[in-house]
Structures are given as C-alpha cells and as structure tokens.
C-alpha cells in the first residue's frame, strides 16, 4: 500500500510506525505547515493536501488530524481515488460523518475508522463468546475510560480550541472508543442515554507548545499565551439501555488522576460474566456462580478469527501496538480484497451520533433516544 499521512502530531507517529511494520509505503505526509511536514523524516513533504493528492497519488490516506478537518479531507482525498483510513471520533458532527459516507460511495471507495482497540485478540475472543451464548442472556454492559492526559490545569491540547472537537470533548476522544467496545463485543446497540456532564477545570491557556495546535483566539496571558474559556465536558457520566433490555453505566474522564488509560468493559449475562482493562489486555476475569478465573491470551485457546490476531506465545505480552497493527491491517484488506471485519465508517458515524445523544441529555436533563437523534445532532 502507498499510504499518505495527513497530520504531524503524536498518533500520526504511531500510523507511521504501524505502517511501516505492515510493510507499507510511506510516499507523503502533510502537515500545518512544510517545515513540520518535513521534520516528520518519511515520504515527501507537504503544507497543502489538493497537491499531495494530485501528485501521489495515494491508495490510502490516514487521516490523523483534528476532529473538524476530517470531512473535506477525506472528500478531498476520494475524489483523487484513495480509501481514507480515519483517526476517532470520525468526524466533529454526524452531519459531517454522513458527508464522508456519501463520498465514499460516489467514489466507490472504502472508508474504515481506527477503533484500534478491536485488534486485541481477547477482545475478539469475547465477541465470540457472547455471539455463542457462553454468558447467557447480556443483563448488564458498563465499565469507564479513565484518563489523566488533562488532568494537570497547565496542560493545553487541540482539543480545547473553540470549533476543533464537536459538540463533546471526553466524549469525542476517549467515549467513541468505550461506546464502539460495548456494541462490538455484546452484538447489541445502544438505545438510550442518560448523561450528566462536568467541567473541572473552565479555564485552560494556550502557550503555543507541542500538540496544542495553532494559537486560537481568546484573552491573552501574561506569559503570552491565550486564556481559552472551555466549556465542553471532561468528564462524562453516563447511564445506558441496550437493545435487548439490559442496562448499564459509564464514566469517562479525562483527568481521572493516576488512570494513564484505563479502558474497561464489565458485562453481566444470566450465566456468567467478564471484566477486561485494556491496561491489561492479555488477561480478562470470568465470573459465574462457580467462582472467578483469569482466562489468559493463548493463541492455541483462542477462536479462529481471534488466533490470526495473535503472534506471540502466551506469557508474552502483546499491546497497543499489536492491536493498533491488527485495526490497520484488516482495514487494509477490506481496501484491497474487499474483506469485511474492519470497523468501517458506518461504525464511525455511530459513534459520533451516541456523543450527539449525551450531549443533548445532558443539556435538556432527561434521558434521550439514540435513534432519535437527526443528521443536524438535534431530536427529530
């Protein structure tokens, strides 16, 4: 695959790191601007996506840049012929997640997100388990991501700058990921959402660092920085109904202290139930009536689909990278041979519509139906 990379920041590192480990060719990456499109070290560099695309060419182009960008680039990139490979949450709106969807199909090209967290192999063994009725009937999906990545008031990411995220913040960019998890693994939907929000900490400054973006608009400091006003959530409590009747709840924080990146999923059945942390994905708890047992990751016990995820031998530990590779390269397949099983951008717009929901339950107090949020994010 000859791959261009749109975006310079952290997770665009990890793509090209990823990239590079399937085997793929790096031919472009553009950034805000030549020199940090340049500093990046793979492909030709670029400031401006229309002549990257003209002159490269790309099969795939990942997207890694901020949540509002996504849609005219990715329109942009299938109009040249690529497929788009998009870093979470799809896009800022479902409006313009839905955008993205009709282009793809115009262009007769694919669409997949990176919901990197799919590619743990027990993630997948536990799919297989609840699709067998090994738990019984699903009664109750909750967990949380906890995160302190904002957790220290001086921090500034991106994501704070007025217009760039959505309508949500802990809910953009760690709850698509709890969202996408519970429905994937329990074969169910989410149809209701009762949400209640929290700001901890209004008042964040822009000091033009790494992975803050460019400087935004607002009251400057005495440092020389810019005082934001930031009014969205970090942090998200949520009660939830799926489909089959069960219920559950969430919380989602990003400045969870001492919680680097906790992402867990506990699901009760009528029969058993299990616990998962993604900080520690080789192993996952097995509760029934009979006790508890830590089941760990053993390519010989997993499930076919599951085996072909997993490399080493168990006892050695497989992570975020591994399941980052296994996302990435299922995606790619679905491009090139027309495979199923990667999350694609239906998958995305789903996730986006869900933080749509919580958000209007937490502004209106009441408990929202999913199904009945429109394509402008508001109740039909």
Not at 60 to 76: D, G, K, M, Y
Not at 173 to 201: K, M, N, P, Y
Not at 224 to 236: K, M, P, S, T, W
Request: net charge negative.
């Amino acid at each position: 695959m000859r791959i261009a990379i749109i975006g310079t920041g952290y997770i665009a590192r990890v793509h090209a790191r990823v990239v590079r480990d399937l085997g793929g060719s790096i031919v472009a990456v553009c950034g805000r601007s030549l020199a940090s499109a340049s500093a990046f070290g793979f492909g030709e560099a670029y400031d401006n996506l229309q002549s990257l695309l003209a002159e490269q060419s790309p099969d795939v182009v990942h997207l890694c840049t901020p949540n509002h960008l996504h849609a005219e680039q990715a329109i942009a990139a299938f109009a040249a012929g690529a497929h788009v490979l998009a870093e979470k949450p799809m896009a800022h709106s479902s409006e313009a997640a839905l955008r993205m969807i009709e282009a793809a199909d115009a262009a007769g090209r694919v669409g997949a997100m990176v919901y990197n967290y799919r590619g743990y192999p027990l993630i997948a063994a536990l799919r297989d388990r609840v699709h067998r009725g090994e738990f019984g009937l699903i009664r109750r999906a909750g967990g949380c991501y906890l995160s302190d990545d904002v957790h220290d008031p001086e921090t500034y990411v991106w994501h704070f700058t007025p217009g760039s995220v959505g309508p949500a913040f802990a809910l953009m960019d760690l709850g698509v990921h709890w969202f996408d998890l519970v429905e994937h693994v329990s074969g169910l939907r989410i149809c209701e959402i009762t949400a209640q929000f929290s700001t901890h900490q209004p008042k964040r400054t822009w000091r033009g660092r790494a992975g803050e973006g460019p400087r935004p608009p607002g009251q400057s400091s005495n440092d020389g920085g810019v005082v934001i006003d930031f009014e969205l959530e970090d942090q998200a409590d949520l009660l939830i109904r799926l489909d089959n009747g069960a219920a559950g709840s969430a919380t989602i924080s990003a400045c969870s202290i001492g919680h680097p990146n906790s992402l867990t999923i506990a699901v009760d059945g009528s029969e058993a139930g299990f616990d998962w942390n993604q900080e520690t994905p080789n192993t996952y708890r097995e509760r029934s009536a009979a006790g508890t047992l830590v089941r760990q990751r053993s390519p010989d016990g997993l499930p076919a689909g599951a085996r072909a995820m997993s490399f080493l031998p168990a006892g050695h530990a497989e992570g975020y990278l591994d399941a980052f590779r296994n996302v990435v390269a299922s995606a790619w397949r679905g491009m090139a041979e027309g495979e199923a099983g990667f999350p694609t951008f239906a998958d995305g717009l789903r996730g986006v519509r869900l933080v749509e929901a919580a958000v209007i339950s937490a502004a209106e107090g009441r408990t929202v139906d999913v199904a009945g949020i429109g394509l402008d994010g508001q109740p039909r």
